[in-house]
Every structure is written in C-alpha cells, then in structure tokens.
C-alpha cells in the first residue's frame, strides 16, 4: 500500500517524499484512511516506534482548514519532551501547508507561547499542566478545536493527569473527534474512551498490552550480587550496543552510571535529582550518540523517544509491568530489531512468567557470557577497526623505513600476533579469571530476595534519607487521589513527581514525601492552595535531624588508587570491566573519551 492510497492530498505527500517515507507503517495503513472521515472518533493501541505520530499527524493536517483563525487541532501528550518531538514532527509534515503548529510546555517561559498563540495558530501541542494554565488565563480559546489527539494516554493517566484532562475537554465543542493513542490498556484509559467518544475504531497493532514483535526480550539469572558484573558483561559482549540501562531508583541509577562512568565506559545517568537543563544536556548528548549507554529510572526516561537504541538493560525489573512494556518499546522502533535483556535473581524468575502472560510474549533464558566469548566479540572489533582504518600513505611515509627497519626479522604472522596482542593482551588479563556469573532460577542464594518496590534507604522512623514528610489536611474523603495530590503539589511549586516521595492517603488527611532540598518552596506555595474547593494546609511532620547519610556506610567504589594497581588486587573480588584501562590512558590528554578500542560511538 502507498500513501497515494489513503487519500492524503498531494501537499502533504510532497513533505512525505521529501523526509523519504516509502510505505505507511500498519497503524498508519489502518488509523489513516479513518481519521480523513468527518467522523472519526479512534482508539490506536500502538506503541511509540510503530509511526503513530504520523497515523495522527497526517490526517490531522490534511483536515485542518488554513483560513480558520482559531486552533482546530490539539494534540495532548504527558511530557515537555514528546511534546517537542510531536511538534517538529508535525511541522515537517505541514511544510507544505499554511498549518501552523505551536508547542506550549511547562518548564518555559509561559509569555512567549502567549504570544506564539496569539500570532494564530492551527494546531496547539500541550502537556496538560501548561495547557490549564493557559486556559485559566483566557490565553487560548479551544471552543473550534474540530480534533483532540491524546497521545500516551496510559502515561498520562500514570502522571496524574486524569482531571486535567477532564477540565480541558470540557472547554471543547461536543462535535469534535477525539483520537486516543495509549501502549496499553488499563481500565482507566477503556473508560476515557468510552466517555469521550461515539463507536471508536479500535486498532491495535499487536495484541492489547503486547509487546513489539521485534523485540527479542532474554533474561538471565544471577545472584543479586552480580548483578553490575553481569551488565558490565553484556555492554562489554554488545561493543556497538546503543543502550538504556533502566533503574528503579535514582539512587540506584546515579550509583550504576557513576560507577560505568569511572571504570571508563561511556555512560551517563538521568533521574530526577538533575535540573532541567542537566537533563536536557544528557538527553541531547544520548541523542547525538555522544553517549553510548544512558542509565534512567523510568520516570525520567519518559518521553524520551529515540530511534536506533539497540538494547534496553533492566538492570532489575520493574514492579508494574505495564513500565516493563515502556522501558522494552524503547527499542525495536521504525520496523527495527531490539532486544530487552533482563536481569533476575534466583527467586525472581516468577516476575518473568508474569510478564510473559501480561505481555503475551515469551522470553528466552540467556547466558551470560564468558571470559572466551567476549574476547573473540572485542578482538574481531578490533581487527574490524584496523582494516577499515584509512591508511594516509603520504603521512606515514616517512616513518616507514624506520618502522621496517625494527620489524626486520619478524614474519607476517608474528607481526600480526604483536599486534593484536600489545592491544587485547589487558582484556585476556583481565577476563583470565572471571567467574561464570550464571546462576539457576530457584537455587537461592541468602543475599537474592524477590526486590518488591524500590529499596530506599530509610532512617528508623521509616522515612526515606534525604527526603520531608509533609502532613496535608486533606484526605480521601475530600477526593483526593495520588495523582491529585502530584498535581496539587506540582502545579503550586513548578516540581515534577519525579520530585516527589511516597504518598500516603488517609480517609481526613494524608502524607507525601519530598526531596529536602524542596521543602522550604513546598510550604510556602502549597499553603493556602485551593484543592477542590478547599483551601490546602500542610506542615513538615517531625523535625528532621541532619541529612548525615550513611555515615557509617561502605562508600564508594574507588580508593583513589590507581587503576591499574587496584584493578590487579582486586580482580578476584570485584570484578572490573573493559573501560578500566583504556580509561587510564584517556586521561593522558584526551579526556573523557569513550572506553573501548571498539568504541563506534561519539566524534
Ligand atoms: P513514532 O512511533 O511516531 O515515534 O515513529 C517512530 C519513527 O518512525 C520516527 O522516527 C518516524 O519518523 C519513523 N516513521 C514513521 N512512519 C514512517 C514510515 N511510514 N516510513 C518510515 N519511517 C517512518
């Protein structure tokens, strides 16, 4: 099938030839020809990576008509990140028409989208918290807006959004058409269809809550302790991997990236202690592929829709497999392979068959590899990167004789041993003696637990470290819910729920948790906030002592010493990984240039 086929006009397929999309992709084939209909209410379970942007993109600027004045099309999606991606998207597919396409996000200067708004404008993109408050200023009108896209659904519901949501569509006309995309299905988001829309088509691509096919997801068994060994491994087996290491905790995920990063390995972290503009600088840096690995907690990975990633690493697995269908949709996009390697411990391998039935997919049990198997991996590497090297015959002329000249007396062979051995004589010295690290589901060991819910570390009365306990006057019974009191507290202060703890509802009043260095900003602009009609007070509920974490803790994972030194003693305890050494030599002036003589990675 081509797109002349479904009946987009020729505008819009000039910009199509022009960004080199040949065929529509199944959800495209599908959702298209029916939201060219006036009538088009639609429900597309469909993943990111499948062209859901264009399925709803293209039929949503080939309806929209130039001459009106006030905004026809909105498409509303859960983060800042999507929204810009959906934004340049659908202004490349309306290069060729007079739609005018606005981004309105939170995080940003709020005036100059007023004023972008005002200029006119076809389609409005919006995360839900900005767009309320546009709205309450009169800052936008959406009483003409003919089609409502709700992108991620599912997530949006998951962030709390469900009652902006409901405000929002309440400002728009009842004839307009509502378009819902979601990766899954939960009742929640079944319900927001059935609300908003008249007989949807549903299309699913894939089985309801089913992963992409093209993803391989594989698990292996380890003991808990090996855990960061066994990811060292599979990078160390991957040497072109382009991947995401999910974590649950952003302690847990700042202590993974630390330590790939100082034993060499070309990763960064992203979790919600970054500030914007920290995460905004990783994110760029993940999507230029100046970073080869980027070590997120789902939250902060929200969003973030990059094609190419090779493999996505859960390092443990998450508590809601619906996050599990999230974290693996990040690989295998646009029609391409992925794979989704999981690690478990010995008493987890129950959380595999759960998602396997969720999922309706199967995984397939790996192997770790061996000391043998990824020499051979990293050593053809190398000699792929010899052969594709490009000789400067003129440059290195002059060094020739000399070079041959100490060469004399040694045949081909011998040369090429010496070669390949002054580069990889540190990686079979360091594999020498590494310990199988594969372990057998069931077969226990004391240290492996079924890890439910993020192990944070606590202090005795049960809070979590670094965080204050805020007491709230309102609870369930004045309608408060999880998601609103996120809301509440970070539509007050500008947070993300990314900064934001436990939460716990009581019937008259409830707690939440929030990072400490917030607390000050959280009592004053929460107080006296208005929830529902009632006016919001809150307090800290015990005086913290002093945030004196872990003082008696095991610390870090590098003594000062050198690498090397350290490396040799402790190889039997600990293992290293392969960016041990060649980081060592980076630092001779090159900074901090990726790990591997494999490197593909970066400039
Ligand atoms: P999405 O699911 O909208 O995030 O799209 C995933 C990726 O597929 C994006 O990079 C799109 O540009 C690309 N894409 C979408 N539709 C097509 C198509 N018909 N042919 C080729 N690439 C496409």
Redesign the pocket.
């Known amino acids: 099938m081509t797109f002349e086929e479904l009946g987009l006009k020729s505008e819009v397929l000039k910009s199509l030839k022009e960004l080199g ?5 199944p959800i ?1 084939q599908k959702a298209i020809p029916h939201l060219l209909k006036e009538d088009s209410d639609f429900v597309g379970l469909a993943q ?7 399925a709803f993109g293209l039929p949503l600027i080939n309806n929209i008509d130039n001459n009106a004045r006030a905004p026809q099309g909105l498409v509303i999606c859960p983060t800042r990140e999507l929204c810009l991606q959906i934004a340049k ?1 659908l202004e490349i597919f309306a290069k060729y028409t007079n739609v005018k396409i606005v981004a309105v996000y939170g995080g940003t200067d709020i005036r100059r989208q007023i004023t972008d708004i005002k200029r006119g404008v076809s389609i409005i993109v919006a995360t839900p918290g900005r767009l309320m408050d546009l709205i309450d200023r009169k800052a936008v009108s959406l009483s003409e807006v003919n089609y409502v896209v709700l992108d991620e659904a599912d997530e949006m519901l998951n962030m709390g959004f469900k009652e902006d949501i409901d405000s929002i569509l309440e400002t728009t006309p009842d004839y307009k058409n509502v378009w819902l995309f979601s990766a899954t299905m939960p009742a929640e988001v079944a319900r927001i269809a059935k609300n908003y829309m008249d007989n949807p088509l549903e299309v699913s691509i894939g089985h309801k809550n089913q992963s992409n096919e093209n993803i391989d997801h594989i698990y292996y068994v380890v003991k808990e302790r090996d855990r960061y060994a066994a990811v060292k491994r599979l990078i160390d087996f991957n040497p072109d991997i382009y991947g995401l290491i999910f974590c649950r905790t952003r302690q847990e995920t700042a202590s993974v990236a630390d330590k790939l990063a100082k034993e060499g390995y070309n990763a960064e972290p992203l979790h919600g202690d970054l500030s914007q503009a920290q995460r905004d600088r990783v994110m760029d840096r993940f999507r230029q592929k100046d970073l080869q690995v980027l070590v997120a907690t789902d939250v902060a990975a929200r969003g973030l ?1 990059i ?1 190419n990633i090779t493999h996505v690493i859960n390092y443990n697995l998450p508590d809601d497999i619906e996050n599990y269908t999230h974290r693996s949709g990040r690989t295998a ?2 029609g391409r392979k992925g794979e989704s390697l999981v690690l478990i411990n010995t008493r987890e391998a129950g959380k595999i068959r759960a998602i396997e039935r969720q999922m309706r997919t199967t995984f397939t049990l790996g192997t770790i590899p061996n000391a043998t198997e990824i020499c051979e991996i990293q050593l053809m590497k190398l000699i792929e990167k010899v052969i594709a090297t490009e000789v400067k015959e003129a440059d290195i002329e002059p060094f020739m004789p000399k070079v041959r000249e100490a060469l004399e007396g040694l045949t081909k062979e011998e040369v090429i041993k010496q070669f390949v051995s002054a580069e990889f004589n540190r990686f079979i010295n360091y594999y020498e003696k590494a310990a199988d690290l594969n372990a057998q589901a069931g077969k226990g060991d004391r240290d492996d637990r079924e890890e439910r819910g993020p192990r944070r570390e606590r202090r005795n009365d049960g809070q979590e470290l670094g965080k204050t306990r805020f007491f709230v006057n309102l609870g369930k019974r004045d309608g408060l819910n999880p998601g609103g009191l996120l809301r509440l507290v970070c539509d007050a202060t500008g947070l993300t729920s990314s900064n934001i703890g436990k939460i716990d509802l009581m019937p008259s009043f409830s707690f939440f948790e929030a990072d400490d260095e917030y607390a000050e900003k959280i009592l004053r602009k929460v107080n006296g906030a208005n929830y529902e009609g009632n006016t919001v007070s809150i307090e800290v509920t015990k005086k913290k002592t002093s945030s004196n974490r872990g003082g008696g803790g095991g610390g870090g994972y590098r003594d000062g010493g050198s690498f090397g030194g350290k490396f040799k003693s402790d190889r039997n305890k600990k293992e290293g990984g392969f960016g041990d050494r060649p980081r060592k030599e980076h630092r001779k002036g090159q900074g901090s240039k990726p790990r591997t003589f494999g490197k593909s990675f970066g400039k």
């Open positions: 999309f040949e065929a529509p992709t495209q990111t990576g499948t062209g859901k942007t264009a998207d829709d094609d996009r646009a």
